[in-house]
T-cell receptor, first 117, second 113 residues
């Protein structure tokens, strides 16, 4: 199956700093990628849809200026958590749809555990 | 719009017993349905999916699920639980072809020796 690689898998940063998370489709092109956030003992909540070559589409309640998304190529999307605070600590997961999107299936990265201290 | 409800946030079974994880969905369009498994601090692994065709879907590790449109359900089963099945399971629905998923709340499966 298709492979999506997410990096880093774990990051600890100081409050007020910014953190960048990368999501790469390794063996296919992805014009669209999705970013989810998972709170402890909670489900995955869609944060935004990343669109190659255009602006990301954010879900209601997600701060665009805090969670910057860039989809600069057909294989790479990045999520930057700006001016991170302890409440931003969470598990972030990206996904990319199956090649032509016919099945609605998405392939997931390994996730990034962000801890803000 | 789509939504998913997983009945039971925790399910506990004995090794060798039947596993049944419940999922009900709502969708304004014909749904694509998925079950994913997640181990601690890891991403999601697809167990199985329903798109069209046969309503009984077989997946990896002996799991299967049946799409019942009349009941708007997609319950996950496995005849005999293994210790290695202990994990969190998510049911998800996609209302279109673009891989945008709506997830249920998740069910943590515990398997006792």
């Amino acid at each position: 199956g298709a492979v999506v690689s997410q990096h880093p898998s774990r990051v600890i940063c100081k409050s007020g700093t910014s953190v960048k998370i990368e999501c790469r489709s390794l063996d296919f092109q992805a014009t669209t990628m999705f970013w989810y956030r998972q709170f402890p003992k909670k489900s995955l909540m869609l944060m935004a849809t990343s669109n190659e070559g255009s602006k990301a589409t954010y879900e209601q309640g997600v701060e665009k200026d805090k969670f910057l998304i860039n989809h600069a190529s057909l294989t790479l999307s990045t999520l930057t958590v700006t001016s991170a605070h302890p409440e931003d600590s969470s598990f972030y997961i990206c996904s990319a749809p199956e090649g032509r999107g016919r099945s609605g299936e998405a392939f997931f990265g390994q996730g990034t555990r962000l801890t803000v201290v | 719009a789509q939504s998913v409800t997983q009945l039971g946030s925790h399910v506990s079974v004995s090794e060798g017993a039947l596993v049944l994880l419940r999922c009900n969905y709502s969708s304004s369009v014909p749904p694509y349905l998925f079950w994913y498994v997640q181990y601690p601090n890891q991403g999601l692994q697809l167990l199985l999916k329903y798109t069209t065709g046969a309503t009984l879907v077989k997946g990896i590790n002996g799991f299967e699920a049946e799409f019942k449109k009349s009941e708007t359900s997609f319950h996950l089963t496995k005849p005999s639980a293994h210790m290695s099945d202990a994990a969190e399971y998510f049911c998800a629905v996609s209302g279109g072809r673009y891989g945008k998923l709506t997830f249920g709340q998740g069910t943590i499966l515990t398997v006792h020796p």
